[in-house]
């Protein structure tokens, strides 16, 4: 329970910021918008991200350095050949997105 609560809670306005986008991506993919707009839209969304409210800005941000805490705490848990086959399994993880 205490790892959860290290991390803030932010799924329903997650999922509403992704509501509106995707309508809003739908919409564009109704009227034809073209190449170069679902581009730049797409890239506001999943790069900038853009839209984003201040609070769900800042409850990401405390998300991504508890996440950063917590795997600064498995990698001093693990011995040599198990931070070894986790590399290993992270590499192949990397491969198979790679070939996608």
Not at 51 to 80: C, H, I, K, N, Y
């Amino acid at each position: 329970m205490e790892l959860r609560a290290a991390f803030p809670q932010n799924t329903g306005e997650r999922l509403s910021y992704n509501v509106v986008k995707q309508q809003r991506l739908l919409a564009l993919l109704r009227d034809d918008a073209g190449a170069e707009a679902l581009s730049e839209y797409l890239i506001d969304w999943w790069i900038k991200r853009e839209g984003r409210r201040p609070s769900f800005r800042r409850r990401t941000g405390q998300s991504f350095e508890a996440l950063a805490r917590l795997l600064v705490g498995v990698d001093a848990a693990q011995d040599t050949s198990q931070k070894r086959f986790l590399l290993w399994r992270m590499d192949h993880y990397i491969g198979q997105v790679e070939t996608l």
